[in-house]
């Protein structure tokens, strides 16, 4: 499986931005896909995930300002998201793991596929 992020950009606070991440290979209904991000100076920090039972999960910090989805037939995961703050500002990266289980969504170690990373930066 191979994962290509894009979307990012420069946006104001309080501006929104929409992330893609397109798979190739694999069955792509099989795959819980997830969201990391990470700033500079930081580590990867985890953002939202979506099993492939169609749950959604967030990191406390985006709920209500992000939203995950998923579309099977285009083989594509989004990240919506709105009201961005400064903080926000990070290479934002998709991964993917096949059945991912509950326990498993939150650390990075447990994803089997990345894309490459795509900048969002909010500015103050």
């Known amino acids: 499986v191979q994962l290509q992020a894009s979307g990012g950009g420069l946006v104001q606070a309080g501006g929104s931005l929409r992330l893609s991440c397109t798979a190739s290979?694999?069955?792509?209904?099989?795959?819980?896909l997830a969201w990391f991000r990470q700033a500079p100076g930081k580590e990867r920090e985890f953002v939202a995930a979506i099993r492939h039972t169609g749950h959604t999960y967030y990191e406390e910090s985006v709920k209500g300002r992000f939203t995950i989805s998923r579309d099977n037939a285009k083989k594509t995961a989004y990240l919506q998201m709105s009201n961005l703050k400064p903080e926000d500002t990070a290479v934002y990266y998709c991964a993917a793991k096949r059945w991912i289980i509950l326990s498993a969504l939150y650390q990075e170690t447990n994803y089997d596929y990345w894309g490459q990373g795509t900048q969002v930066t909010v500015s103050s």
């Open positions: 290979g694999g069955t792509f209904s099989n795959y819980g």
